[in-house]
């Protein structure tokens, strides 16, 4: 008898923004880790797209965007609202809409939350969601997704210095691979990484207008607490 969990036959679905697809893989994500909680409130969805561990790039999203972000994903059938709740919970559909296996979903998943990664950090990093036996196990399933047509993942160029090629999930459209540059080079103006999406220098923007709201906070913290103290800043400012 087998005992693999049917599917339904995969759907071609629109290219997702890159808030869709982290709450999409939150809601996947929680359902294995806290399936207490699961489905989960608006405020705890938002919750776990702003984590602050295991996510790549870090979000700083209000429940206005992610409750947007909802509404759109109902239209493709990728999340839901359940009904027997006072409070609205959301669960997800990602196995049925892609005609994945948990196996799959699992990796899908991790790509999703924290960014390219080898199969053996996806076999990692995955452990809560599924148990691998080893990476090559892993990168059976990625090869799968790969095949897939339309694909759901591809296989990045390794990257000089790496042993090992990354995997990248392209629920959200193509993925720009890093510029192949030699020992001890540098990208031009100083850059790591000379290939960067529109979507990855949006988030870059929303972190540094974040960091620069928690500098103004604490600099008003500082003067409060030196007020309260009779220090003058200035005159420190002087003597260093």
């Given amino acids: 008898m087998n005992s693999t ?15 869709e697809a982290r709450v999409v893989g939150v809601l996947v994500e929680k359902q294995h880790t806290v399936p207490d909680t699961y489905p989960l409130s608006l405020n705890s969805l938002t919750s776990g797209c702003n984590q602050k561990t295991a996510r790549a790039p870090v979000m700083n999203v209000t429940d ?4 947007n972000a909802i509404e759109d994903l109902k239209h493709l059938s990728l999340v839901f609202e359940g009904s027997s709740s006072r409070v609205p919970r959301f669960e997800h559909n990602l196995n049925r809409v892609l005609g994945i296996p948990s196996q799959a979903a699992a990796l899908l998943t991790v790509l999703m939350l924290r960014g390219p990664q ?29 095949a897939r047509e339309p694909p759901l993942v591809v296989k990045l160029p390794r990257a000089p210095g790496e042993r090992e090629s990354r995997w990248a999930h392209l629920l959200c ?9 030699g020992a001890g080079d540098a990208a ?6 000379a290939a960067i999406s529109i979507d990855e220098f949006d988030a870059l923007k929303s972190e ?5 709201g ?12 030196a007020a309260e103290l ?6 420190i400012g002087e003597r260093s």
Avoid: C
């Fill in 5 to 19: 969990p049917e599917v339904s036959p995969p759907r071609s679905i629109r290219i997702l923004s890159p808030l």
């Fill in 118 to 146: 080898t199969a053996a950090e996806l076999r990692l990093n995955s452990a809560r969601l599924h148990g691998f036996a080893d990476a090559s196990s892993a990168e059976a399933f990625l090869e799968e997704l790969a």
């Fill in 173 to 181: 459209g193509e993925v720009s691979a890093p510029l192949s540059l």
């Fill in 214 to 225: 928690e500098v103004e906070r604490l600099q008003a913290l500082v003067e409060h607490m």
């Fill in 188 to 193: 031009p103006g100083g850059v790591a990484d």
């Fill in 230 to 235: 009779g220090i003058s800043l200035d005159k």
């Fill in 64 to 67: 206005a965007e992610v409750l």
């Fill in 208 to 212: 540094q207008k974040r960091l620069a």
